[in-house]
């Protein structure tokens, strides 16, 4: 059985003791701010980016990693006889999967690449399964079938608080977000097969409270919860209260609470956060 390595991209939600632990390496994607080019987590941490976002005169840009950084990292990790398995961000938000596949078809090496159809922590509860099957010695094949499963055991929100930075992006029109910041309103998005999806809009963060009580009385409709991640662009008072909350609805889920990456930071804007859940 060929040795098994696991490469991922900086969207991803993880500990540096999960990727130390299961040998996963990352590719970044970069992040321009004010005509300066950061590298994500390598020249910026996602606390100074966002620092530097909020000071900012115009919204940041994001960047997929280049083909040739793919292209090394395959060429490096392949060249002992391993194989490579890929997971990367869901292709309905960022172009990074198909940069991956152009990669890997530039390299002698055998490396497949899987659109893993999440992002953030929903992401990385595929990454880090398949890092602990391949340390165990299964096939590529076996852990496809696993990160299938557990694609289909996943859900993903986000709660955008402030419209300015998806008014800034073009994402909703600029009379359009001034009214609608004017009338307070706040957005939960779902991410599904076709992208981010209106799920809930109202006036004030009540309106928000409702659709997470609404949400924790689904998860509790379903066989269990196995992982909860909880990301943050700054924590508040509500989304502190929010954690809390899941803690003591849930106190037998694995947690992990992080800053949001600079890719989702960019696009939902301050004081947005994210719940996501893996169930069994």
């Given at each position: 059985m060929k040795n098994i390595k696991i490469v991922t991209d900086s969207t991803v939600q993880l500990s540096k003791e999960e990727?130390?632990?299961?040998?996963?390496?990352?590719?970044?994607?970069?992040?321009?701010?004010?005509?300066?080019?950061?590298?994500?987590?390598?020249?910026?941490?996602k606390e100074e980016f966002l620092e530097k976002m909020n000071a900012a005169t115009e919204l940041p840009k994001t960047s997929q990693p280049a083909i040739g950084s793919f292209v090394d990292t395959y060429h490096d990790l392949t060249a002992d006889g391993s194989d490579v398995l890929s997971i990367h961000v869901t292709e309905v938000l960022s172009g990074t999967v198909q940069a991956a596949h152009q990669a890997?078809?530039?390299?002698?090496?055998?490396?497949?690449?899987?659109?893993?159809?999440?992002?953030?922590?929903?992401?990385?509860?595929?990454v880090i399964a398949a890092a602990k099957m391949a340390q165990k010695g299964h096939s590529i094949a076996e852990i496809s079938e696993k990160l299938d499963a557990i694609r289909s055991k996943t859900d993903l929100f986000i709660c955008v608080v402030h419209?300015?930075?998806?008014?800034?992006?073009?994402?909703?029109?600029?009379?359009?977000?001034?009214?609608?910041?004017f009338l307070n309103i706040k957005l939960m998005l779902r991410l599904t097969k076709d992208g981010l999806e209106p799920d809930t809009k109202g006036r004030g963060m009540r309106s928000m409270q409702k659709r997470v009580d609404?949400?924790?009385?689904?998860?509790?409709?379903?066989?269990?919860?196995?992982?909860?991640?909880?990301?943050?662009?700054?924590?508040?008072?509500?989304?502190?209260?929010?954690?809390a909350n899941f803690k003591q609805q849930f106190p037998s889920a694995e947690y992990h609470i992080a800053y949001a990456s600079p890719s989702i930071m960019t696009h939902a804007g301050k004081d947005a956060f994210s719940v996501m859940y893996l169930t069994h």
């Open positions: 990727i130390e632990k299961y040998d996963i390496t990352i590719v970044p994607l970069t992040a321009m701010i004010d005509s300066t080019v950061y590298i994500d987590e390598k020249t910026i941490t890997s078809n530039l390299i002698k090496g055998n490396v497949t690449v899987i659109d893993s159809k999440f992002i953030d922590r929903a992401m990385a509860f595929q419209l300015d930075n998806l008014i800034k992006g073009g994402r909703i029109g600029h009379t359009m977000g001034k009214i609608s910041n609404k949400m924790i009385e689904d998860m509790k409709k379903t066989a269990g919860i196995k992982a909860i991640g909880i990301t943050h662009i700054g924590l508040t008072p509500f989304t502190e209260e929010l954690i």
